[in-house]
């Protein structure tokens, strides 16, 4: 199974997406964690992040999920996911999909912004930042989404929420 994390930057996605690991791991030893700024460092290739970029990025971790899914490898991905071309392909790939789409409000993500990210763009130093100047389409058919309330609870809890309600743990289904 892949569970896809989506949202923009400061949402919560890495942080979320590693306690979703961490809870599905004790159970299932088969499971790994994908970044979306760590697998662009593995790749070393320098992709930039206009449109182009973040498409060739998108391809190559869907593709790595595939890949995953189809050794029975289950994997956690946290990226910001912004084509819903990809989100289709996945659902439709993959053996079993969970879409979790983390929908912040802009100005808690500037008041988060880990990465500065946001003030960098805000000040004019950073162009090409989804949500800002480049559009992030809402995804259409997510499975579940966490909005600012759901942020109250803690990532660990959040995580068991989104395990529960995939069914990957063992009498949690549909709960």
């Given amino acids: 199974m892949i569970v896809w994390l989506i949202g923009l930057s400061g949402a919560g996605k890495t942080t979320i997406g590693r306690d979703v690991w961490t809870q599905w791991r004790e159970q299932d030893p088969a499971t790994v964690f994908l970044d979306g700024d760590i697998l662009r460092d593995v790749w070393g290739d320098r992709l930039g992040h206009d449109v182009e970029g973040r498409a060739r990025n998108a391809h190559r971790i869907s593709h790595l999920c595939r890949v995953l899914d189809e050794q029975g490898i289950n994997a956690v991905a946290a990226v910001l996911s912004m084509f819903p071309d990809w989100q289709a392909w996945n659902r439709e790939t993959f053996s079993s999909y969970y879409e979790v789409f983390l929908d912040l409000p802009m100005e808690v993500l500037k008041a988060r912004d880990p990465k500065g990210i946001y003030a ?56």
């Fill in 120 to 175: 960098a763009h805000d000040r004019g130093e950073m162009p090409l930042v989804v949500g800002c100047d480049l559009e992030f389409p809402r995804p259409p058919a997510p499975d579940l989404v966490l909005g600012e309330d759901d942020m109250q609870e803690s990532p660990s809890d959040l995580a068991g929420r989104i395990l529960a309600a995939t069914g990957v743990l063992a009498g949690t289904e549909g709960v």
